[in-house]
């Protein structure tokens, strides 16, 4: 029987579930296989993304569990993101029509800005992947565009569905790696609030200030890379590759020792009972059964506490880094 997960209730008012299989770096040719043996397991939230360019083949593998009858459409819970290149008014537009039309599912369960940082316009049948911060040989970092985090949030809000936008196909809308002098000054305008922050979240990166501060605003937190350094050493990345993997700090194996539970589930539910989304991804149908049971125990105050003392402030996904650096993290 397919585990089931618990919800976090949104300020669109739908239920988000707190564990969800995350496609990043989900190879496009095993993508569909991988989405629909994930709903087979129980998994009924995929987190997405425009750049991750798995989108089409991701819905294939939804679709495959719905026609089958494992699932219906209002079970499932899609995410997707907004990329830099396309936060003008018209590019949002447009660019949020491709991506619901790629998945072909009808709807986007949640839409999310993906950096608060403008990059210039890339047409799209000129885009080439990876489009991330450069061009495709990764030798010149994309160009800024002036365009106002405003505009691209009511771009946003045009397409949510209500009853004056029946034909809006977006049920929620949010942030991902907002810090909260912007979320404050976003809160200041927005007319539809803020479902959802997805931001860089592990025990060397826990940065309670922010996640208290979304909380306090019924902003729902998702948590990515809860694991650490482990989803960016295949992307060489230099100090991933220094640092102690998480599954191996003594803090970790002995809470997991303890509970009779693996790593990676104390580091989930280190999350989950904080109440914070996690979005693991993993090859191994094992390892993906074992992340959707991490809410069936519980840890201690003091577990929670010696987890996050861990805390060092080392962040991995940052575009500081690049040739020419984006500082959004200062």
């Not at 959802?196 to 909380?215: F, G, K, N």
Request: contains cysteine; charged residues 20%.
């Amino acid at each position: 029987m397919a585990t089931k997960t618990p919800t976090v209730k949104l300020a669109s008012g739908f239920e988000m579930p707190i564990v969800g299989f995350g496609i990043w770096k989900v190879p496009r040719d095993v993508c569909a296989d991988q989405v629909y043996n994930a709903i087979k397991l129980g998994y009924r939230h995929i987190d997405g993304a425009w750049d991750y360019t798995n989108s089409a083949e991701a819905g294939q593998g939804v679709r495959r569990a719905i026609e089958e009858g494992i699932v219906k459409r209002e079970d499932m819970f899609i995410t997707s993101k907004l990329w830099n290149n396309y936060h003008a008014r018209e590019h949002a537009h447009e660019m949020a029509k491709l991506e619901n039309e790629a998945w072909g599912l009808g709807y986007l369960d949640l839409f999310l800005i993906h950096f608060p940082i403008s990059l210039e316009f890339i047409p799209f049948d000129k885009m080439r992947y990876p489009c991330f911060w450069s061009d495709k040989e990764q030798t010149k970092v994309t160009p800024l565009s002036k365009v106002p985090i405003s505009e691209t949030w009511n771009a946003l809000e045009d397409l949510v569905q209500t009853k004056e936008n029946p034909n809006g196909f977006v049920k929620s809308i949010g942030i991902s790696n907002f810090h909260t002098q912007l979320i404050y000054d976003l809160l200041s305008y927005a007319k539809i609030h803020p479902s959802v922050l997805q931001v860089e979240h592990h025990p060397y990166l826990t940065q309670p200030d922010l996640i208290s501060m979304a909380q306090e605003n019924n902003i729902a937190v998702t948590g990515y890379s809860t694991f650490g350094p482990l989803s960016f050493i295949e992307m060489d990345h230099a100090v991933a590759k220094e640092v102690k993997p998480l599954f191996e700090t003594d803090v970790v194996k002995s809470i997991a020792a303890k509970h009779g539970k693996t790593p990676g589930q104390v580091l989930l539910r280190w999350c989950t009972q904080r109440n914070i989304i996690v979005i693991p991804k993993s090859n191994s149908v094992d390892r993906l059964k074992q992340n959707l049971e991490c809410c069936s125990f519980d840890l201690t105050d003091d577990d929670i506490k010696q987890i996050s003392n861990l805390n060092i402030n080392l962040r991995f996904n940052n575009p500081a880094s690049l040739q020419t650096p984006i500082r959004i993290f200062t």
